[in-house]
């Protein structure tokens, strides 16, 4: 099993002529500040025992929710024991994009909109902001709006209008799930490419507690790591 790239928080190998297996390691990210962060772009020089398996066990509970209501994801198979998956091969939008959804205003989306007035950590929304931004750990993964998706040519306007639809849908869901586990979801970042066999979209990457802000409905308290994996059960 040769390795084909390693990334943040994540090692891909070569799995098959359509497939890749990943392994989800206790790599962690961090922001400027030095604080573990789901968006930062460094990687933390402490690792986070048992970051892996939570990430991966969350990750396949909340693919199998979606798939369970059409929205298509890499995952083929996954295996706690060996904390991998088997995921099909992505053709990625170059330089590769992500997808944010917000319930409350915190961390980037704070300190870019600072100097607007009444814009203060923990505001609440009265629908969810949807964004989407480049990956570009040199900028900072700066926001970019769908006209100039298309006219930089990462997507065309059908594909970019067809995503945003299929991307909400699987926001609103992956919104609702946490709402049934008792965890109010302040915001959440998502990544889809094409599958590079069929050319179809598919959700990639994972969906876990590195890539959310979650809090406990009754305590308020943030709950991340292991104790937020526990509630997506596979």
Known sequence: MSLIYRGKTKDVYEDGPHTVRLVFTDRVTQNLQGEIDPGGNQVAETLAPGNG???LSMTAGIFKELAGIGIPTHMVS??????????????LFK???????????????????????????????????????????????????????????????????????VNQKALRRIHKL?????????????????????????LIDEVSPGSCRAFDVNSKKRITGSELAGRFTV
């Open 78 to 91: 996954y295996d706690l024991g060996a904390v991998s998956m088997i995921s099909r091969k992505a053709a």
């Open 178 to 202: 946490f709402e049934e586990k008792g965890l109010d979801l302040w915001d959440i970042k998502i990544e889809w490419a094409k599958d590079a066999e069929t050319g179809a979209f598919m």
């Open 95 to 165: 330089p590769g994009l992500e997808w944010v959804a917000r319930w409350v205003g915190t961390g980037s989306f704070v300190r870019r909109y600072a100097s607007v007035p009444g814009v203060k950590d923990g505001m609440r929304f009265a629908s969810p902001v949807f964004e989407i931004t480049l990956k570009d750990d040199a900028g900072q993964d700066p926001p970019i709006v769908p006209s100039a998706i298309v006219a930089v040519g990462i997507m065309s306007e059908e594909e970019i209008t067809a995503l945003m639809e």
């Open 53 to 55: 398996l939570a990430c």
